[in-house]
């Protein structure tokens, strides 16, 4: 029996005008667009420097300020008010204040009545985009403290013995160069998962509801196991295709291939498809117009993403929104490729996000059969 | 042998009786005229026999079957023509016959060569491969009785079978329906046309979801001295206080 409803389901489906296309599209878009788009990587910071010094080492510094590649020197005011103006009018982002006398008091004695081997800079960032602001003041620092060693090194201003230095060489694992696509690509195809395989369930039903093409099986002695399941299977199978897709292109365009198993990643993706496609159709049995289920189900996938460590790590949020995020299937599944992808962990790693995710399917998915009425 | 019966079989939304406890049987065979004006209850009613809605209070068994508590059951032993065309427009003509044969069960081997009988007959062959959105209303209803009664059911639920067809298309849709009848499928139809109501063997009349009249549409004529079906009709319709909505 449930031999010909999924034949039907795939009929409509290809016959869809849209949808054939938003499945081949969506994914795509994915991985060709948003891995360059959606970069947290902060470069090209507009950088406005005061320099109220006019030495050799405040241009020195400027100098490599500029050189950096994570910054670009947008203005040399000469007054503090038109540095202020250059922020407003969006022309830099930071403002570098050098102030007079900044090489006199780096490198007179430290007995002289100036400051003596040690001077000030200011800087002011434009906090509207805190993450901006926060990662140039860091990066700045980098730069102002290699610029001091630089200068050590040069002349061993002023020191008559070396200062302990603790130096810290950093090691970037499972993703060596710290690139942010790397990182954003496995989580990307999560996100294509999650919206495909959830929203069109969630709007299969109800728009059989709507058509009143329901009435016609709900009448039938069509089982409500088999009516449910006849649903999930196509989307199981559309849903490994996307993952086929958008493996195909990480590996042909980011030549990212998974460290982990290919054969595991699938199996446990499908695992989570089952979780996804389960909530859609939950939502759709208590829909009754395609309006309805829509927002439904964009409210609950919106919370879902946000609250799944894709973007933002769990570890960071408020433990309340701990919580939430324990209680999201989407948590672990990014866990699981992420670690799969990444790092090539092996099932003995992830067996514990696995069976929490088959603990999501076994709930959502009978829901989805108990919530599913062949009679009012 | 009693093919379906209602005893005082009631269905409430709120405060609102749409069925208000009716009782009726109907024979094997028989074609059962089920008339009333619009919302008077009919589909409601309908609904409940056919497992699509639990009765408020009242029994009903259809082919044996108790319609609230084995629901499925009766499912299996009925076919079911909705007010609302309701097969998948977006299907071909024998991908919709092949669904639902599949759904009730009907041999696999058996499911082709069927279709293509009961597509001849009603004259459906040459739109075989015809995406149901595309072929006029006439054709749809022929095409979703024939679906209905694919499965050969013991009986064969129509709701408002023809309505908004042509009377020469009417005409033809209860030949078939007499023919069914004929092959000892027991046939419950609704209906607000008049004329329709005499090729019943028997007509009930609902009015305010309770059921005023229940007899051959010929007694029923002598009951309420009138010439034809439509004048019983009026008489008893007037009395309805219910403003349809």
């Known amino acids: ?376 | 042998m009693k093919d379906i019966t209602a005893k005082n079989l009631t269905k409430r939304f709120g405060d609102f009786t749409a069925v208000d406890s009716i009782s009726f049987e109907v024979e094997r065979g028989e074609i059962f005229g089920f008339l009333g004006a619009n919302g008077a209850g009919k589909t409601t009613a309908m609904r409940m026999l056919c497992g699509l809605s639990q009765p408020t209070a009242g029994e009903g068994y259809v082919a044996g079957f108790n319609i609230d508590t084995e629901a499925e059951k009766v499912k299996a032993h009925i076919g079911y023509m909705s007010q609302k065309f309701s097969l998948y427009e977006d299907l071909r003509v024998w991908e919709n016959v092949r669904l639902f044969a599949g759904i009730y069960g009907v041999r696999k081997d058996l499911i082709k060569p069927k279709t293509e009988e009961t597509l001849a007959k009603i004259d459906l062959t040459a739109e075989r491969n015809t995406l149901v959105k595309e072929i006029p209303l006439g054709w749809k209803q022929k095409l979703s009785f024939s679906i209905a009664t694919f499965h050969n059911p013991n009986i064969v639920f129509l709701d408002e079978p023809t309505g908004g067809v042509d009377p020469l298309t009417r005409r033809r849709f209860w030949d078939m329906i007499q023919e069914a009848a004929e092959g000892g499928m027991t046939v419950f139809v609704t209906t607000h046309y008049m004329d329709e109501a005499e090729y019943c063997n028997r007509v009930s009349i609902m009015v305010d979801g309770k059921i005023e009249a229940l007899d051959t549409p010929r007694n029923l004529r002598k009951q309420f001295a009138a010439e034809n079906m439509d004048a019983v009709f009026h008489q008893l319709a007037r009395k309805a206080t219910r403003i349809e909505n």
């Open chain 1, 1 to 376: 029996m449930i031999k010909y409803l999924i034949e039907k389901e795939f009929k409509q489906i290809f016959r869809n005008p849209f949808l054939p296309k938003i499945i081949i599209a969506l994914p795509m878009m994915a991985m060709l667009v948003f891995p360059w788009a959606a970069n947290q990587e902060i470069r090209n910071i507009k950088v406005a420097v005061l320099d109220r010094d006019h030495s050799t080492i405040s241009r020195r510094m400027t100098d490599k300020i500029d050189a950096s590649t994570y910054f670009i020197l947008s203005a040399l005011p000469a007054t503090n008010e038109a540095a202020l103006r250059s922020v407003e009018t969006g022309d830099a982002d930071i403002i570098i204040d050098i102030p007079q006398d900044f090489e006199k008091n780096l490198i007179s004695p430290p007995q002289s009545p100036h400051k003596g081997g040690s001077a000030d800079i200011m800087l002011s960032a434009n906090a509207v985009n805190s993450m901006k602001a926060g990662l140039a003041s860091s990066y700045l620092g980098g730069i102002a403290a290699d610029f001091m060693s630089e200068l050590r090194n040069e002349n061993g201003l002023v020191i008559s013995q070396p200062l302990p230095v603790i130096n810290v060489v950093s090691q970037n694992r499972f993703n060596v160069f710290l690139d942010y696509k790397i990182f954003m690509i496995p989580a990307l195809m999560v996100m294509m998962l999650t919206i495909i395989c959830g929203f069109l369930p969630a709007l299969n039903i109800v728009s059989e509801k709507e058509l009143g093409t329901i009435e016609q099986l709900n009448v039938s002695p069509v089982r409500k196991s088999t009516f449910i399941l006849s649903k999930l299977i196509p989307y199981w199978i559309i849903g490994v295709c996307i993952l086929t897709l958008c493996l195909t292109l990480a590996c042909a365009v980011y030549q990212l291939l998974p460290a982990g198993n290919i054969p595991l990643l699938y199996f446990l993706s499908i695992v989570y498809i089952l979780v996804v496609s389960g909530i859609g159709m939950i939502i759709s049995n208590y829909s009754s117009t395609l309006q309805q289920a829509m927002f439904t189900m964009f409210f609950f996938i919106l919370i879902m993403i946000l609250i799944s460590g894709l973007f933002t790590p769990v570890r960071s949020m408020p433990e309340w929104a701990q919580w939430l995020a324990a209680a999201n299937p989407l948590t672990y599944f990014i866990k699981i490729m992420r670690m799969l992808f990444l790092k090539g962990s092996g099932f003995a790693d992830l067996w514990q996000p696995f069976l929490v995710l088959c603990g999501f399917g076994v709930l959502f998915n009978s829901w989805a059969v108990w919530s599913y009425r062949k009679s009012g």
